[in-house]
């Protein structure tokens, strides 16, 4: 659920606005708007979703003043849809009780999922045929609107504690697959400012959610879609990871006129561990390097299992408490659900161990102990300051 609004008067008020903008003042729409929204502060939780279903057909024309709802929802319910689709034919709705998929047309390849719950798709997940749905027919929707739709509700699984460990694996595999990114992510009080630097095949950004400075990560102008989907894999994987070394998710943008997704994450003033080093070289060497460590034992020990795939010095930053964070997942893999029938060399060429870089075609490898040999170097990188001149960088 979004965190609490300041006053919930003012949200009413600004709602309102943003409703009357569009429904003229004294219309019967706008009129029966008012009638349904007043409920809300008071309402039965068995009312909900039927209010909310009124609401959404009232509001199918302005997907984005009825993502405004949300803000009075709250905290009874939250909904979560893709705001660019007009008129608006599916979201999810999520109560303190339940989540669930609300279709509000008659189209049939929507009209299947329509009151699809978090405990449907976990069984669906496992292989079950529940409602005449498969996994398979999860990964057939073409549909963009109930992609975001199908996405969201897989998030609300994995955010869910009572979700089982196989599932977990088999959830995070379907959001690592071209299919959508869940519309929750995206920011919708995010302003893009100037840009900031480059990096690999991405342009950074800053900008501004709330009165908290941020960096926007975009895929280079005229990129191909593999560019693109990297940028969303590596945004569905940063929300998932929570740890004091590993480098905080805000939320995804979106460009519409580019129509690029981008990676928010906090702006920080220290710098990368190499360039706080050079500007503070009084500073302890150990203490960074255990904090790398540590980021990095999070993430072999996760469930499943994460290689990064890049660490160096370049890729931990440290924040305003002087703590390093491991940054940059668009190279990371998880063996556990991988599709691919073998592994790809990737990386940073000095950082790169010996086996990465000698790989038969029909080789196997072993990501996690290549991130420790890029451990190793990281490490004598830090404590000496050392800078090395080749800079190759390798993609799949």
Do not use: M, W
């Given at each position: 659920m979004d965190p609490p609004v300041p006053d919930a008067t003012e949200a009413f008020v600004k709602v309102l606005l943003e409703i009357r903008s569009?429904?003229?003042d004294g219309t019967t729409s706008f009129m029966l708007f008012l009638e349904l929204a007043k409920r809300i502060p008071n309402i039965d939780p068995h009312h909900i979703p039927q209010l909310v279903i009124n609401l959404a057909k009232?509001?199918?024309n302005l997907p984005k003043a009825f993502h405004q709802l949300n803000k009075l929802l709250y905290p009874h319910a939250r909904v979560d849809f893709n705001v660019l689709q007009k008129p608006l034919t599916c979201f999810v709705l999520k109560t303190s009780s339940a989540s669930q998929i609300i279709v509000l047309d008659a189209h049939p390849d929507r009209l299947r999922f329509?009151?699809?719950?978090?405990?449907?798709l976990q069984a669906i997940l496992l292989d079950s045929n529940l409602r005449g749905i498969q996994y398979n027919d999860l990964d057939a929707v073409t549909d963009t609107a109930l992609q975001g739709c199908l996405a969201q509700l897989v998030q609300n699984l994995l955010d869910d504690s009572?979700?089982?460990?196989?599932?977990?694996?088999?959830?995070?595999?379907?959001l690592r697959k071209p299919l959508g990114i869940p519309p929750s992510l995206f920011l919708h009080d995010l302003i893009q400012l100037d840009?900031?630097?480059?990096?690999?095949l991405s342009d950074l950004y800053t900008g501004v959610v709330g009165h908290q400075s941020v960096i926007i990560k975009k895929p280079r102008v005229r990129q191909d879609l593999r560019d693109c989907l990297k940028i969303a894999r590596e945004i569905v994987l940063c929300r998932q990871l929570r740890h004091p070394n590993i480098l905080p998710f805000i939320g995804a943008s979106f460009d519409e006129q580019r129509r690029l997704c981008g990676l928010v994450t906090p702006y920080m003033q220290n710098g990368n561990v190499m360039k706080f080093l050079e500007d503070h070289p009084a500073v302890d060497r150990l203490t960074p390097t255990w904090q790398i460590m540590k980021g990095l034992e999070f993430l072999h020990n996760f469930d499943p299992p994460i290689a990064h795939r890049d660490i160096k010095g370049a890729n931990i930053l440290v924040n305003d408490?002087?703590?390093c964070c491991l940054s940059d997942f668009g190279l990371s893999s998880i063996?556990?659900?991988?599709?691919?029938?073998?592994e790809r060399a990737v990386g940073t060429f000095s950082w790169m161990a010996p086996e990465v870089l000698s790989l038969p075609e029909d080789g196997d490898l072993n990501l996690f102990q290549a991130d420790m040999y890029s451990l190793g170097i990281t490490i004598f990188e830090v404590r000496d300051l050392l800078t090395f001149e080749c800079?190759?960088?390798?993609?799949?």
């Open positions: 569009h429904l003229d009232l509001l199918k329509n009151g699809l719950s978090v405990a449907e009572n979700t089982l460990k196989t599932c977990r694996k088999k959830a995070l595999a379907y840009t900031f630097d480059y990096t690999g408490a002087l703590v063996p556990e659900i991988s599709q691919r029938s073998r800079e190759a960088h390798y993609q799949d």
